[in-house]
């Protein structure tokens, strides 16, 4: 299905005591360019978030957000440095013999020093936190694809407007580019007649005038070429791959095809049927700078 480059999605789900909330936004890019902001100490998930979005994003300049609240306090972990506290206690000890004073060292005079003990939060575990990142991250890309396939819907219905309108363009100047060769022989053999008078009028060089006029002026190579690149655009249209680039080079060709019929135009009711094909080329050109 033809998605738009633009989107937009967010998820916000409460997980394993932990309040997640995803954002992701793209704008047009040739290729696929990420760039994310997580929260201080989870920067493990940034190339999780892009392997993962990649391989349901295409291209795009692609921005995503993660926020995460703990709602639960994780467990706390206290440590005792047995080696320390026990030279606190022998020095108490070589206090108590060397002074004559009683040795009255208890747990709760120890616990004072508090460089006998660390504190600490339990590991995180980093498999678990992206497992949960993750499934709020499918959501939000389900939402950001649907926005862009939306999107996606009304470029490729005004891109094939505009194609239906080059093709009767088309065929305007399919009809009309024999007539000119007609009208032109019939101009040269009326201008011979006044110039000549009354002498014969060779018509056999009439007849060869005409034939170079009538190659100098052909166009139904060309006609037959747009066409021909009208179809595969509409073709491409109906791909389930991202065909942005595809489509970029295609109109590259309709635009070329235009502009050699526009220089073998010898006439001035083809030469402004050209002028309006290219301008729909453009409005094409346009739009398919924002399809993935």
Known sequence: MIKSMTGYG????????????????????????????????????????????????????????????????????????????????????????????ENDVTTSSLSRFGDIFSVHKEESDEEKIWEDVKAVTIEA?????????????????????????????????????????????????????????????????????????????AVAEETVRLRSHIDQLRTLFGSEEAVGRKLDFLVQEINREANTIGSKAQDVAIARKVIDIKAEVEKIREQIQNIE
Not at 58 to 75: D, M, N, P, S, W
């Open 141 to 217: 890309a389900e939402r950001f694809i649907k926005m862009r396939e939306t999107e996606g819907i009304k470029l490729k219905n005004d891109v094939l407007s505009r194609a239906d309108k080059i093709i009767e363009n088309v065929a305007f100047i399919e009809e009309r580019s024999p007539q000119t060769v007609q009208e032109y022989n019939e101009k040269l053999l009326q201008r011979m007649k006044t110039v000549l008078e009354d002498v014969h009028v060779d018509e056999q060089r009439i007849l060869t005038e005409a034939a170079i006029y009538a190659d100098k002026v």
């Open 10 to 101: 967010r998820a916000q789900e409460t997980r394993d005591g932990m309040s997640i909330t995803v954002e992701i936004k793209s704008v047009n890019h040739r290729y696929f360019e990420f760039s994310s902001r997580v929260p201080r100490g989870y920067g493990f998930l940034e190339e999780k978030l892009k392997s993962y979005l990649q391989t349901v994003i295409a291209r795009g300049k692609v921005e995503c957000f993660v926020q995460i609240e703990t709602l639960e306090e994780g467990e706390a972990v206290v440590s005792l440095n047995a080696s320390l506290a026990a030279g606190y206690i022998n020095a108490f000890k070589e206090m108590s013999e060397r002074f004559g004073i």
